[in-house]
């Protein structure tokens, strides 16, 4: 059986794939979806196929980079926020890097603009993999 690791309510992660590094993550275990802040997200269609376009964080945010993202591998889920409202969500899949380890995760794409994290992990990722401790953060960063 593999080892969880303790992760505190917050810490930062890579996502690679996004050209994202080192952004503050909040661990959310009433979420179950991850989530990630993102703007102008439209549904479009290249030669006949779906695809999807937006851009992450926004140009408050440290990390942005006024690129725009383009994928037709995404899904369209129902996702009920804190405040208990149902709102249709887009899904990517992508990559999460934590404690050196790369794990797939699925983010809902969501504006977070008036949010202090704008990355949030749920259960869906931390499930058989963390185990959470609240009193701790930034554990990812010291190895442990």
Known sequence: MKEKKIIGRKDFADF???GI?????????GAYTSSIHC???EELEINGIK???FQLLDPSHDLYNNKHFTT???????IKSSTGHSEKRFI?????????????????????????????IGRKLLS??????????DLSNNGV
């Open 16 to 18: 690679p794939e996004l």
């Open 21 to 29: 590094q080192n952004i503050a993550i909040k661990i959310d275990t």
């Open 39 to 41: 703007q102008d997200i």
């Open 51 to 53: 695809h999807i376009q």
């Open 72 to 78: 037709s591998n995404y899904t369209l889920k129902n």
């Open 92 to 120: 990517i899949k992508t990559i999460i890097q934590l404690f050196n380890n790369e794990y797939p995760i699925q983010l809902s794409l969501s504006e977070r603009g008036e949010m202090k994290y704008p990355v949030l």
């Open 128 to 137: 058989g993999k963390f185990i959470v401790d609240p009193s701790k953060y």
